[in-house]
């Protein structure tokens, strides 16, 4: 590092060597020395290691020095007082705390990434279709073996896909990251649900007839059915949301402002069956949204995710 003094004190950074087998290179890059937050997270003496890596944009890639530094990361916020209860759940989280209730969608740009995604795949194999015709069958599927040739064009409309999954995923971190400040804001100790998510990804095994009863046209006239119970559990809701990387993020949060984070069983305490003025469990269907209550002689319903957390 080429370190820049001025009557002995520190005031910022020029630039530093890669040292290579052929020859040096000097990367140069901006450190504002007005910006304490850049000054107390960048500390060369406790530089741990140095990684390099590159980002997709849409004219190629991107690469990108990582300084690892040892200890705790400057904080920027300051911890609240009281408790939180989280609910998380596939798509969204529900927070209670003394002075807040918070009801957050984790992606709520889902929808606008996934319209762009879907027709740049589109656009893409439109391409393909045209410049490789002799690499698929008259079915209109590919051929097994057959390798793809991609043009300038296609090669362009492939990077500009990988752009848009690199931003939705950079979003959903950014997002998350808000989310978890408002909660370290208002409390010090947080009880939140031990949900597995990776047993909710998989499909079910056994293969059921739904109770329902549908009517479809046939030849002989119309015909009631119990058609088959779907297979499919959440794996797309919880890659378009990673509701486990915010559990995860928020649980690094709390140890760095030192907050206490516990993890409720949901076999021992199950927070969305249970009612705290009958003290009972009522189950309800995964459907229901509401909870009924009285107060003050006058029924009211909360939402069953915010009830949860409370």
């Known amino acids: 590092l080429n370190v ?10 020029d630039y530093f060597t890669i040292n290579c087998p052929n020859k040096n290179i000097n990367l140069h890059f901006k450190l504002d020395i ?9 500390r060369p003496n406790d530089v741990k290691y140095i990684k390099i890596t590159r980002r997709i944009f849409n004219n190629g890639y991107k690469y990108y020095i990582q300084f690892v530094t040892e200890g705790i ?7 609240g007082i009281g408790s939180a209860g989280i609910d998380p759940g596939i798509s969204s989280v529900a927070v209670a705390t003394n002075n807040l209730c918070l009801l957050e969608d984790l992606n709520p740009l889902n929808d606008f990434y996934n319209k762009k995604i879907i027709k740049k795949q589109k656009e893409l194999e439109r391409k393909n279709r045209q410049n490789n015709p002799n690499c698929y069958n008259k079915n209109r599927t590919i051929k097994k073996g ?4 991609l043009s300038n064009n296609a090669k362009r409309t492939k990077r500009q896909l990988r752009t848009l999954y690199r931003k939705k995923k950079e979003f959903i971190k950014h997002n998350q990251n808000l989310i978890g400040n408002k909660i370290i804001q208002n409390c010090d100790n947080i009880y939140c649900e031990d949900v597995k998510f990776k047993a ?23 015909k009631i059915v119990h058609k088959y ?18 559990i995860k993020l928020l649980e690094n949060k709390c140890k ?31 459907s229901d949204r509401w909870n009924e209550l009285t107060y003050k002689r006058k029924k009211i319903q909360i939402q069953r995710d915010l009830y949860s957390a409370f």
């Not at 990361?73 to 911890?79: G, R, V, Y």
């Not at 499909?203 to 329902?212: A, H, I, T, V």
């Not at 119970?229 to 990673?242: C, H, T, V, Y």
């Open 229 to 246: 119970k779907k297979k499919k559990r959440f794996g797309k809701s919880l890659q378009n949301r990673a509701p486990a990387q915010f």
């Open 146 to 149: 057959s390798k793809l040739k």
């Open 73 to 79: 990361p400057p904080l920027k916020l300051s911890a």
């Open 34 to 42: 007005k910006d304490k937050y850049e000054l107390d997270g960048f």
């Open 200 to 222: 909710l990804q998989k499909r079910s095994k056994n293969l059921e007839r739904s109770d329902k009863e549908s009517t479809i046209n046939t030849k002989n006239g119309i």
């Open 4 to 13: 820049i003094k001025e009557k002995g004190k520190i005031i910022g950074y």
């Open 256 to 286: 760095n402002y030192e907050i206490s984070f516990v993890y409720i069983k949901t076999q021992d305490f199950k927070a969305s069956q249970y009612n705290h003025q009958k003290d009972d469990y009522i189950k309800k269907e995964l």
